[in-house]
């Protein structure tokens, strides 16, 4: 291969992870925006399964991806994990509705911890080993660190944040069990999840009574449903909840499983970065060492899993696959290939 081909990979490959890292440290803090602007967590979840699910097809039309055809049995096999997922998307965006973007990376940051114990109890893994171990206690001092000094602490969002926690955990360990063996691709993945999501929306719109309230916006022809900006953060979210589609997958498809993990780790550190220096809806400085804590607890556990051995790789490969996901993780994480998904959510 010559110099020029190398270099001009090189290129690629570096304009991949920057845009991936671009599109992860942001899209929290996008949907934190939107959600401030467009209450209506349901119907702006739907909006985003909507705009990925279109994006998919069309880009598939357009000959710019492949995508696995969409079957009635493959959705009825996979349904169960797109609940799932949506379950972990909806208590997100209803966590971000609560809290700030602080509050949502540590208890994202949390889950490597409880799906390292999920994993030991109910899919037969090895335990952690003693550097993972600690570096998951770390991870948990600075939560537990990071609540004791919340002045913003309140019941509802942390209720929301507890359940996020159990949903996401349960997702990541789930979608590796079962949605792997379905034999997808990665955009047949996204539009799978995406599609039936969009099909499980309504249900929820309706149970949590938010249809009477956009029902209600819609016949008074006021609020926020029709203002500017909120239709400007909701078009943003939806954007970018596709970007980091792609993004994700091509970089995941670039670099080793270990360099698009370290990546996912910085991310966070951007999010924070980015978060205290565009407004006020972050924690107080107690509270922001808390979870820089926490992030580093994360910088040594992908270090724990990323020395040597088969059973670390396999580690590595996982918390690589799920990162992506949410969103939002998004970071929304968010967070199982892909998910095409805000995220971070």
């Known amino acids: 291969m010559s110099s020029t081909t190398l270099k001009q990979q090189h290129y690629a490959t570096s304009g991949l992870v920057i845009g991936y890292a671009l599109c992860s440290s ?3 803090i996008i949907n934190k925006y939107a959600i401030t602007q467009f209450n209506y967590p349901g119907l702006l979840t739907a909006l985003q399964y909507l705009t990925s699910s279109l994006g998919v097809y069309l880009l ?16 009825k096999k996979f349904f169960p994990a797109a609940l799932v997922f949506f379950l972990a998307i909806f208590t997100n965006t209803n966590l971000l509705r609560h809290a700030n973007v602080d509050t949502f990376i540590v208890f994202r940051s949390l889950t490597p911890l409880l ?42 969002a942390y209720s929301w944040a507890f359940a996020y926690l159990v949903t996401i955990t349960t997702e990541m360990v789930y979608i590796k069990h079962m949605v792997m063996s379905l034999g997808l691709n990665t955009w047949g993945f996204v539009l799978y999840n995406n599609v039936l999501s969009l099909m499980i929306a309504p249900v929820f719109w309706f149970l949590t009574g938010e249809n009477f309230e956009v029902f ?17 953060a909701v078009s943003l979210s939806c954007v970018f909840g596709l970007l980091i589609s792609f993004f994700g ?97």
Do not use: M
Not at 60 to 75: E, N, R, S, V, Y
Not at 125 to 154: E, H, R
Not at 216 to 232: E, H, I, K, Y
């Open 26 to 28: 942001l899209l929290a």
């Open 115 to 156: 799906v390292a114990l999920a994993d030991t109890a109910f899919r037969g893994q090895p335990s952690p080993s003693n550097f993972t171990f600690l570096s998951l206690v770390v991870i948990l001092a600075g939560a537990v660190g990071y609540v004791a000094t919340d002045s913003g602490f309140t019941l509802t």
């Open 216 to 232: 209600t916006a819609l016949r008074s022809s006021s609020g926020s449903l029709f203002d500017v900006n909120a239709f400007l």
């Open 60 to 75: 598939g039309k357009l000959g710019f991806l492949h995508h696995d055809p969409f079957t009635i049995p493959i959705a």
């Open 249 to 345: 997958f091509a970089a995941r498809k670039a670099v080793s499983a270990t360099a698009f993990t370290v990546t996912g780790v910085v991310n966070k550190f951007l999010t924070v970065a980015i978060n205290v220096t565009i407004w006020d809806k972050h924690a107080s400085p107690a509270g922001l060492v808390c979870l820089l804590f926490t992030i580093i607890g994360g910088v040594l556990y992908q270090q724990s899993v990323t020395g040597s051995g088969s059973q670390q790789a396999v580690v590595v490969t996982k918390q690589s696959d799920v990162e992506s996901s949410l969103v939002g993780d998004g970071d929304s994480e968010v967070e199982s290939e892909g998910k095409g998904k805000h995220a971070s959510l």
